[in-house]
């Protein structure tokens, strides 16, 4: 039982180029989310799906998109990296989103954008 | 939009003394939840509260819940090494999404 799975786990990239981060999971559950960590503000949300199909945006959305074709996968795409997307993020999954269970974490996909 | 404050942003201790991170929502909060991150590593989940003025324990770890569940804190007793970390406050305002609070690093001194 692998748990959240996120891929890749570094990644450098230009200003101006794409790319996208998958996050897998296999626990069955309905609800993902993707976080942004950077030193001393926490995680903050990026965007978050309540089912395959669906999708709606967190609190710092803004030069990101994301899908669910899948329910075990949600993925997430910058479309031009900036300097200001290096951070670290966080791919999450939970059995019940609304008074929402406990969060799985993924081990993390550090970003840097020279 | 919903916003969660932890305090203190640092701490340090001496092995063997108390440590206390206090987090406040500017929304009522349905549920509460907290969070340790190891240093390098990823969110693991540590408790859920739901109730007004819950209180839970796990060993040396003390959870509150705020009777307005606006408010809420982690007490852990006699530190130990194994703590460093830092600790993460997430709430729900009964939608879909959790909101995490800054945290607070803890620094444990041998």
């Known amino acids: 039982n692998a748990g959240v799975t996120q891929t890749p786990k570094f990644r450098v990239l230009k200003t101006g180029q794409s790319m996208t981060l998958l996050c897998a999971q296999d626990?069955?559950?309905?609800?993902m989310y993707w976080y942004r960590q950077d030193p001393g503000m926490g995680l903050r949300l990026i965007h978050y799906?309540?089912?395959?199909?669906?999708?709606a945006k967190g609190e710092v959305p803004d030069g990101y998109n994301v899908s669910r074709l899948k329910k075990q996968n949600f993925l997430l795409g910058l479309e031009s990296a900036a300097p200001s997307q290096t951070s670290v993020y966080f791919c999450?999954?939970?059995?019940?989103?609304?008074?929402?269970?406990?969060?799985?974490f993924g081990e993390g996909s550090r970003l840097t954008v020279l | 939009g919903q916003q969660v404050m932890q305090i203190p942003q640092y701490q340090h201790v001496q092995e063997g003394e108390d440590f206390t991170t206090y987090c406040n929502s500017s929304?009522?909060?349905?549920?509460i939840q907290w969070y340790k991150q190891r240093p390098g590593g990823h969110p693991v989940f540590l408790i859920q509260?739901?109730?007004?003025?819950e209180v839970k324990k796990q060993k040396r770890l003390t959870f509150q819940f705020g009777e307005a569940k606006k408010n809420s804190s982690l007490h852990i007793t006699a530190t130990q090494t194994t703590d460093v970390g830092t600790y993460f406050c997430?709430?729900?305002?009964?939608?879909?999404?959790?909101?995490f609070g800054a945290g607070t690093r803890l620094f444990v001194k041998a």
């Open positions: 799906s309540v089912g395959e199909g669906t999708t």
């Open positions: 929304t009522t909060l349905s549920n």
């Open positions: 509260l739901v109730k007004s003025g």
């Open positions: 999450a999954s939970s059995f019940s989103g609304r008074e929402t269970g406990e969060l799985f």
């Open positions: 997430a709430g729900s305002d009964g939608g879909f999404k959790t909101i």
């Open positions: 626990m069955n559950h309905e609800y």
